[in-house]
């Protein structure tokens, strides 16, 4: 029964494995008021004074993400990444998904190939394989906002534009989030059962 299930999750997430978390890199702690976001600008600026070496960084494309009539195609990705992260002083690898689960697959291979950090561009969905990826591993993830919802990247403030999200990729903060675990599934922002899923399955299809 869905009472049974919910028990089920309440109880595996109690006996949570306390390293069972994955780095992320935010924006900086606080209020939006009290607190700098990296910028284009100063992020340039610290490239070019040396102040921080050159930062390898993979993007996982998740080419369906979001809506169409919205949605960059992956040469337009390819080009606008590079060019922007070539800026920040950062050295791009694009990689792109092919299928469900590829994903995971790609952020494991990107930290094993020396990323230092491992972007999802795409929705909560992409967010969820990536870091499932590199929970118990070395990998640092950001995220490229690029889906319908974009719930895990609004929470945490990463900005909405994807230049702005690639400068907090490059130089902003990392610090540990927790990841959940439903039926040897991570995630790290919401799952569901139910009709809930069910929506969200029919709508990964799509």
Avoid at 43 to 62: C, E, M, P, Q, Y
Avoid at 164 to 182: I, N, Q
Wanted: glycine share 14%; hydrophobic share 45%; proline share 5%.
């Amino acid at each position: 029964t869905p009472v049974s299930v919910l028990v089920r999750m309440l109880l595996r997430w109690a006996g949570s494995d306390a390293s069972r978390r994955v780095a992320i890199r935010p924006p900086p702690r606080g209020s939006p008021e009290d607190r700098h976001l990296p910028t284009i600008s100063d992020t340039i600026g610290r490239a070019d004074r040396g102040g921080h070496r050159h930062v390898k960084v993979a993007i996982v494309l998740n080419g369906r993400a979001g809506a169409a009539r919205r949605r960059m195609t992956p040469s337009q990705v390819d080009v606008f990444a590079r060019e922007t992260l070539a800026r920040l002083g950062a050295d791009p690898l694009i990689l792109l998904t092919e299928g469900p689960g590829h994903a995971r697959d790609l952020a494991r291979q990107a930290v094993d190939d020396g990323a230092d950090v491992v972007c999802a561009w795409g929705g909560d969905g992409t967010v969820n394989e990536v870091a499932s990826g590199l929970v118990y591993g070395r990998g640092v993830m950001a995220v490229v906002p690029a889906g319908s919802g974009n719930g895990f990247a609004r929470d945490l403030g990463i900005p909405l534009d994807k230049e702005g999200a690639l400068a907090v990729a490059v130089a902003g903060a990392t610090r540990m989030v927790d990841v959940g675990e439903v039926n040897g599934r991570l995630f790290v922002n919401t799952a569901g059962f139910g009709l809930d899923a069910s929506v969200a399955h029919a709508f990964a299809l799509r």
